[in-house]
């Protein structure tokens, strides 16, 4: 399969609260990247991260990487309505430069 | 960060017609380009990588003949969807990078078969 996995594969919150979600990869990666899809629409990027790279912050997002795991999370700190979207996870591969999406998780934040 | 433009955004096109869908480095030259599809609520499936000057490696079960690829300059690469059908209808999204960076994507293109 080309997807990593990422969970939960949806994700309901309140506004305000903060929103976590996690992908899971198989092969080693030079980056791994976030991005966020409004339904019917193109893709945003949110944040890079490389593998030499352990924690990264933008604003209300704070991304993790575990090479070790061969895992990241993504978290949205003070959740707001505006947030609903989908999120992917993207791991560009060692050894080629294929950029290979996660499943997926739809966040939805209830004001 | 870079511009990777994607026209058109979306597409109506006859059974039995083909498409071509263009994806354009605007400030960079990318020496690869990539195309995905995606079909609603699901992710991004990559279909195919070009490189400038040689043929697309195509991914397992992406139909080579159905789906043309040209990456014919440094700035530009095309996605043609050959006798199009209805099951091709999908939201296809190209990126494009240059060598060892991170890839940059277009705003996609949503392909309706009728």
Partial sequence: ??????????????????ATMNCSYKTSINNLQWYRQNSGRGLVHLILIRSNEREKHSGRLRVTLDTSKKSSSLL????????????????DHTGGFKTIFGAGTRLFVKA | GAVVSQHPSRVICKS???VKIECRSLDFQATTMFWYRQFPKQSLMLMATSNEGSKATYEQGVEKDKFLIN?????????????????????????????NTEAFFGQGTRLTVV
Avoid: K, M, W
Avoid at chain 1, 1 to 18: F, K, M, R, T, V
Avoid at chain 1, 76 to 91: E, G, K, M, P
Avoid at chain 2, 71 to 98: G, M, N
């Fill in chain 1, 1 to 18: 399969s080309q997807q990593g996995e990422e969970d939960p594969q949806a994700l309901s919150i309140q506004e305000g609260e903060n």
């Fill in chain 1, 76 to 91: 949205i700190t003070a959740s707001r309505a505006a947030d609903t979207a989908s999120y992917f996870c993207a791991t």
């Fill in chain 2, 16 to 18: 039995g017609t083909s």
């Fill in chain 2, 71 to 99: 990456h014919a300059s440094l700035t530009l690469s095309t996605l043609t969807v050959t006798s199009a059908h209805p099951e091709d209808s999908s939201f296809y999204i190209c990126s494009a990078r240059r060598s």
